[in-house]
Nanobody
Framework: QVQLVESGGGLVQTGGSLKLSCVASGRIFSIYGMGWFRQAPGKEREFVAAINWSGSSTYYAESVKGRFTISRDNAKNTVYLQMNSLKPEDTAVYSC????????????????????WGQGTQVTVSS
């Protein structure tokens, strides 16, 4: 059973940066696309970014485009989310997720296309 463990969250001031990491157990990490989602209190889960299985293609929500960067290191079974120019509205629990099918073409912003989720890491941006 694959497990995903996020880290790197914390408290940061407006304009600051954080880098989240998501480490996956198991040996077949490299054949699955990955995504980052976030959920703020009282709000729906929101798509943030996605990366394909090889790392050659990425996709971002409009709200984070130009500020966040998703990347992966398949040798380390890890996907990252570099977050720059953080805003108070970025405050949320950030979770990584693995696509349900391997070698998925394209990207998905839909939670139902992801079958494995991490427990999340809290990001708080103070004004």
């Amino acid at each position: 059973q694959v497990q995903l463990v996020e880290s790197g969250g914390g408290l940061v001031q407006t304009g600051g940066s954080l880098k989240l990491s998501c480490v996956a157990s198991g040996r077949i990490f490299s054949i699955y696309g990955m995504g980052w989602f976030r959920q703020a209190p009282g709000k729906e889960r929101e798509f943030v970014a996605a990366i394909n299985w090889s790392g050659s293609s990425t996709y971002y929500a409009e709200s984070v485009k130009g500020r966040f960067t998703i990347s992966r290191d398949n040798a380390k079974n890890t996907v990252y989310l570099q977050m720059n120019s953080l805003k108070p509205e970025d405050t949320a629990v950030y979770s990584c997720a693995r696509r349900s099918t391997s070698y998925s073409g394209g990207h998905s912003a839909q939670p139902h296309d992801y079958s494995t989720w991490g427990q999340g890491t809290q990001v708080t941006v103070s004004s």
